[in-house]
């Protein structure tokens, strides 16, 4: 009773945290000194990128984790880790482009190499490439297994791509040139906004992850239904006629 | 002898589908079972689950005293299993296939010659790749490689199809040879008049389970009501 | 774990010295793409020069693609896989046997390469030292992570196309580390340079554990 009170009021009440964001990100919150209008981002891109990087990411590996380890495998993480990745991946193609978006004006281009930028990337074609892997014909369990192991290894490789990343441009002249430091000062109402904007969209991902996940169970349950009804159908089979 | 196998109401699933529905089967070291039935019944089901390839739904399953459902691997070095497809590397000869093979199981790798000798591939054939034999002379390949390994339990899926007379006659042979010396056999076939002569039991399969069982040609077997 | 993995290797380099596939496709395709390279980038070789070390990787990288396809390809038909099944080899030792075997041949590959560099792209070897390592340290690695992510890219038709995807991403650093590795090795200045080797050692050594760990799960598919 209590879990479907929760589930059910996540959609509502995330709705109204970003909506609550949006007025006073858009409306009341002053504009920056330098960025004019453009820091009005500040309250989209760094939670879209914490949601993505973060809880994404670690969510779908730490239910991949569950379904590898033998005492907690159930097709239930598979399917959360699943529906994790999936919305992750919205999330992260957002990341990108409010980024790009908002360094347009500071840098004069779409798209610079920063290590930030360029590690999100990868971590987004990391993500396609799950599921990519999803989509291969497979059953349950092996297709559950495989990807599993991929988002394991996807997590162990984000630390290794990420510093690589930083070391090619740290180590090549004039990187910082091109990167100017897009924080603006925070203060005040700007930091609530900011802390809050965290909450709605950490909120509208969970939402968003519970509706995903609940199509995915509906497929499985079509599966797992009728052993025994397939188990009849299968000795009838040599029946005589 | 003690029992090789004993199944009761096996049932096994490949992802949804219910090969197996509900198998008893009773086997001692020693005997032959021959598996009849037609295509889709679920004989080459059931032979790949003696050798702990396909895992257990419900049921029991005991191969060689080893419960299936815990751990399977325990059983596959003690069996040897043989398909159309011999299961062989094409670019490497009947010799180095052998010999690759006896070592990866930790046996004698001198076995391989004598073995293929046994099934009359000695010479020349024994020295070409595999790709250029004839599809009688790979599957006689798969039997060297049974004789080689001596498994306490031998799977035969349709063993005789597409084989010459003196292959088939061998293929019986090879089978007594292997029951006298304390192995059990399941053989699955198309062909009863070849197969029903080597066997203690003969069973019928359908919609993946048994559905009938009498005694086999080969004298001493039991009746398993 | 390591009788098995030698008598993998041995089985897989017999079969690949047999049949050939390495010399007569990859070698060639590996070749081919630094002339795609050449026309590319135009005649002028100054910039080839200049671009030579990630463009002798990309190439390496390319190739490894359709090694590590080869390698897998190797266990043959699904009766072969099953029937090497009953003969109880640890899963380790068979993933460390098809690594290592792919390792020699990228190592060939690499060799022939960086011949072809250095007569196309008029580049010159300065440390012979750090050439050998930039070259060693990747080969380990890229074979590692090929066999790993073959193995999860489900059958040979899948794998064809799904493996490129899968394991090009996570390859990316290989490729970073070792371009300023081999350009410092061909005498061009390169700031830290032992730092990138340390991370293709890393990378070797992170790939070999977890193939040991994985694929033997991911093979009981």
């Known amino acids: ?136 014909p497979a059953e349950a369990h092996v297709r559950a297994r495989r990807s599993a192991v991929f988002a394991l290894l996807a997590a162990v490789n984000v630390p290794i791509i990420h510093f690589s990343v930083i070391w090619w441009q740290t180590l090549h002249q004039g990187a910082t040139v091109l990167n100017p430091n897009l924080s603006p000062t925070i203060h005040g109402l700007m930091a609530w906004t900011l802390l809050l904007s965290f909450l709605a969209f950490t909120l ?19 599966e797992q239904a009728g052993l025994a009804a397939a188990i009849a159908a299968r000795r009838a089979e040599g029946a005589p006629l | ?88 590397h094409e670019e490497l000869t009947p010799v180095e296939n052998l010999t690759f093979a006896l070592r990866a199981a930790r046996l004698d790798p001198t076995r391989a010659v004598p073995a293929l000798d046994r099934v009359g591939l000695a010479g020349r054939p024994a020295t070409t790749v595999l790709g250029r034999l004839s599809a009688g002379q790979r599957r006689r390949v798969g039997l060297a490689l049974l004789v080689a390994r001596r498994p306490q339990l031998w799977l035969l899926d349709e063993p005789h199809a597409s084989l010459d007379e003196a292959t088939r006659a061998m293929v019986g042979e090879l089978v007594e040879e292997a029951a006298s010396g304390g192995a059990a056999v399941v053989a699955s076939s198309h062909e009863p008049d070849l197969a029903v002569p080597m066997a203690d039991l003969v069973v019928t399969m359908a919609g993946g389970a048994v559905i009938g069982t009498e005694q086999g040609g080969r004298g001493g077997g039991r009746h398993v009501a | 774990m390591w009788r098995d993995a030698l008598l993998i290797a041995r089985r897989d380099l017999t079969i690949e010295l047999r049949s050939k596939v390495g010399i007569w496709q990859i070698l060639p395709f590996g070749l081919l793409a630094l002339f795609l390279f050449a026309f590319a980038l135009g005649p002028s070789t100054d910039l080839l020069k200049a671009s030579a070390p990630g463009l002798f990787w990309l190439a390496v990288l390319f190739s490894s693609i359709l090694a590590a396809q080869r390698s897998l390809n190797i266990e043959g038909s699904v009766a072969t896989r099953e029937a090497n099944r009953l003969l109880g080899l640890d899963p380790a030792g068979v993933f460390l046997g098809k690594a290592a075997a792919m390792a020699v041949e990228l190592l060939v590959l690499e060799v022939v390469l960086l011949l072809g560099i250095v007569l196309l792209f008029h580049v010159a070897v300065a440390s012979w030292l750090y050439v050998a390592a930039a070259l060693l340290l990747p080969a380990i690695g ?43 090795g061909l005498g061009v200045a390169t700031a830290g340079a032992e730092r990138w080797l340390v991370l293709l050692a890393i990378f070797s050594v992170v790939y070999a554990v977890l193939g040991i760990a994985l694929y033997g799960p991911l093979e009981e598919s």
């Open chain 1, 204 to 222: 509208l991902f969970a939402w968003m992850v519970t509706v995903r996940y609940e199509i995915e169970t509906l497929r499985g349950d079509d």
């Open chain 3, 142 to 184: 890229l074979s590692a992570a090929g066999v790993l992510y073959g193995s999860l890219a489900g059958g040979a038709t899948t794998r064809s196309t799904l493996l490129p995807i899968l394991v090009l991403p996570v390859e990316a650093p290989v490729l970073i580390a070792a371009s300023k590795s081999l350009s410092r």
């Open chain 2, 1 to 88: 002898m003690g029992p090789a196998i004993r199944l009761r109401s096996a049932v096994a699933l490949q992802g949804r589908f219910p090969v197996l529905s509900g198998v008893d089967l009773d086997l001692d070291q020693g005997q032959v079972v021959v598996i009849l039935g037609a295509n889709g019944a679920g004989k080459t089901s059931l032979l790949r689950f003696l050798a702990g390839l396909v895992p257990v739904t419900a049921g029991m399953a005991e191969v060689l005293g080893v419960d299936l459902a815990t751990t399977p691997r325990e059983v596959r070095r003690r069996v040897g299993l043989l398909g159309h497809d011999a299961g062989l």
């Open chain 1, 1 to 136: 009773m209590m879990r479907t009170a929760l589930r059910k009021s996540i959609g509502p009440l995330s709705a109204v945290l970003v909506a609550v964001t949006a007025w006073l990100g858009l409306v009341v919150t002053p504009p920056d000194r330098d960025q004019g209008d453009y820091v009005r981002l500040v309250y989209l891109h760094p939670a879209l990128a914490w949601v993505a990087l973060y809880v994404a990411f670690g969510m779908a590996a730490v239910c991949s984790l569950l379904y590898l380890w033998k005492r907690t495998r159930s097709l239930r993480f598979d399917r959360l880790a699943a529906s994790a990745v999936e919305v992750g991946v919205v999330f992260t193609l957002l990341t990108l482009v409010t980024g790009s978006i908002w360094g347009r004006p500071t840098w004069g281009v779409w798209w610079t190499w920063d290590a930030r930028l360029t590690s999100t990337a990868v971590l987004a074609v990391l993500f396609l490439g799950y599921l990519a892997l999803r989509r291969v």
